[in-house]
């Protein structure tokens, strides 16, 4: 996996870290790279991890937007780090339904050294399974899991409907991930404030 520059500090759960890689199954880490494709629950991992959508990835399937694009950019004017999934097919090199999702790092270093927004924007969620995971057609398996850890077993959090068949995709009105939002009226958009290393509540206009 690719290691890349936030061009800021953050303070991920008492850890500063100004690198991330983007691995190309869904999710990004701290300290290491991480090429497990079958998702597991986020309190199962040992690498501080952030999963906009750990699923079975495979961007191997051809055409320009079957990938992902990292880099730093500017959102309301203060620093970031965004990585988006385009058209990301499921393996194995399977293009028939595609998922485009993005995470963004937003530095709130005017708050306190280390803090920043932990946003998750979803357009598209079609598919929820690769085959090496035991799915058909993108679907059924070992589907996908959403949320972040420290990496410690201890501090994690999932959305509702990880590893849940069916949940996360568009075709299902309550759980699906473009259907609702905590930062309502955007839906397919979730943010978490990481405030002195730990996430801090927010209000939730919906439930997801």
């Known amino acids: 996996a690719p290691v ?11 850890t500063n870290y100004s690198t991330i890689y ?9 300290g290491n790279g991480l090429r497990t494709y079958t998702p597991f629950g986020m309190a199962g991992t040992s690498t501080p991890i952030i999963a906009p959508y750990f699923a079975d990835v495979d961007l191997r399937g051809g055409g320009v937007t079957n990938t992902v694009f990292y880099g730093t950019a500017t959102v309301n004017g203060r620093p970031a780090f965004v990585a988006t999934y385009l058209d990301a097919g499921y393996y ?5 339904k595609l998922n485009t999702f993005q995470l963004v790092l937003i530095d709130r270093s005017d708050i306190a050294a280390g803090d920043f927004d932990l946003e998750y924007n979803y357009a598209q969620i079609q598919w929820e399974t690769g085959s090496a995971s035991g799915g058909s057609g993108g679907l059924g398996g070992n589907s996908a899991v959403v949320g972040y850890s420290a990496g410690d077993g201890a501090n994690y959090y999932e959305f ?12 299902n009105p309550t759980t699906g991930l473009i259907n609702s939002s905590n930062v309502s009226p955007t839906c397919g958009r979730y943010i978490h404030f990481i405030r002195g290393g730990t996430p801090a509540p927010i209000a939730t206009n919906n439930d997801y």
Do not use: K
């Not at 194995?92 to 028939?96: A, E, F, I, P």
């Open 92 to 96: 194995r090199r399977q293009t028939d």
């Open 4 to 14: 890349a520059s936030l061009g800021f500090t953050v303070d991920y759960f008492g």
């Open 160 to 171: 509702p409907g990880s590893a849940v068949n069916g949940a996360f995709l568009d075709s």
């Open 22 to 30: 983007v691995n190309s199954n869904g999710n990004l880490t701290f």
